[in-house]
């Protein structure tokens, strides 16, 4: 059974500081991580203007940097073979492509927004699974933007923090191709500890809502289900464009602006069925999201569990982001005792989480994995989340 394991920070900081030594022939000037993240609830809410609630993984991607005296910039993965190398007046999004759009993009990106920047060596490396829905391309982005930040100076404040995450995004929107709402750059840069992140994304302001699954006897069980899962592959577009028409016909910027009791007017006055049930699933999902979080204020985690049902049912029927293996993992593991589950990230493959009770984890996992022999599938993955350190730098 493949168990996730997201390694020592230290060690890992250590390690990757090592080799970076070695193949450029100095140390860096700093280390620095950036989580991957599950989302508790609230998918493809974000980019419509609502509310998600979000934790920072243990797993983290890590970038070691130093400045050059030239205008070069490089970038290595130790889970890539390819090295990106461009200067700096000629990166853009018509230069760059490949897993680099999300490293080199950032550097572009913050140059845009006026940030000074030298050339510079950066190599970096990934404890967050790839294509497994868990935001690799936001931990690989942030924890690139915090290095740079690092070279240039700048103490971090919140402030810093939201003008990164404004860059990450744009890099991944314009340069990545990939148009992502906010959402995981958001809880990379500020996720805490022992809580989970309510995000609004109308106004992007923050509360921290503690979240420690270990104290109530439970744990969030995250299974890859090594489907494809992709953001740039028209899927996610699609249903974004969806909302954004609606939206205009709507007359409203965003589908959070239309009210609580003005919603059921218009689902009833768009025309199309397709874009009535991606409307209906935001409105609902919004609605879960509040739920959500009185229930975790509560500790009421049976009613947790019944909306992260709800959720899934929702993004399964209306948003159409589910797959065979997501609903497979969701069912079997409430079987095997899970309060509740739900695809997480944006679908089409990835993970699923299951909020389980402690005794009950290898259990759901085992009858997960039994699942997916019977489909004749790809063995999945398995982490246990723990609410985690948002993105900071190590040495």
Do not use: K
């Amino acid at each position: 059974m493949d168990t996730l394991d997201p390694g020592d920070p230290t060690t890992l900081a250590d390690d990757l500081a090592s080799r970076f030594a070695t193949e450029h022939g100095r140390p860096p000037e700093g280390v620095f991580a950036a989580p991957g993240r599950v989302n508790l609830i609230g998918e493809h809410v974000d980019y419509n203007g609502g509310l998600c609630l979000p934790m920072a993984l243990p797993h983290a991607t890590y970038a070691a940097v130093a400045p050059r005296d030239d205008d070069l910039v490089t970038v290595r993965s130790r889970q890539e073979e390819t090295v990106f190398s461009g200067r700096l007046g000629d990166l853009g999004p018509d230069t760059i492509s490949g897993w680099a759009a999300y490293a080199a993009g950032v550097v572009w990106s913050m140059r845009e927004a006026g940030w000074r920047l030298p050339g510079m060596d950066v190599m970096v490396d990934s404890r967050v699974p790839l294509g497994a829905g868990l935001s690799s391309s936001a931990a690989l982005e942030c924890a690139v933007a915090l290095g740079a930040a690092g070279l240039a100076g700048v103490d971090l404040d919140d402030e810093v923090r939201s003008g990164l995450v404004r860059a990450c995004m744009r890099a991944e929107r314009e340069v990545a191709g990939a148009p992502t709402g906010g959402l995981d750059q958001t809880i990379a840069l500020f996720g805490r500890a022992e809580a989970a992140l309510l995000l609004d994304c109308r106004d992007w302001s923050t509360r921290q809502v503690p979240w420690d699954p270990a104290s109530a006897d439970l744990a969030l069980l995250v299974v890859d289900t090594r489907a494809s899962h992709s953001l740039s592959d028209g899927g996610y577009g699609s249903r974004r464009d969806d909302c954004e028409r609606a939206a205009a016909e709507l007359g409203v910027d965003l589908l959070r602006d239309v009210a609580a009791g003005d919603q059921e007017s218009a689902l009833a006055g768009l025309g199309d069925d397709q874009v009535r049930r991606r409307v209906r699933h935001v409105f609902t999902e919004i609605d879960r999201v509040t739920d959500a979080v009185a229930e975790l204020e509560a500790g009421d985690f049976e009613a947790l569990g019944a909306t992260f049902l709800a959720s899934h049912a929702s993004l399964r029927d209306d948003y159409e982001v589910s797959c065979e293996e997501l609903d497979v993992t969701v069912d079997t593991a409430v079987a095997a005792g899970a309060l509740g589950a739900r695809m997480t990230g944006g679908g089409f493959g990835g993970s699923a989480i299951a909020l389980v009770p402690t005794a009950r984890v290898e259990a759901a996992r085992d009858a997960v994995q039994a699942a997916f022999d019977d489909h004749g599938w790809d063995a999945p993955g398995f982490l246990t989340a723990l609410p985690s350190a948002g993105a900071r730098r190590l040495s």
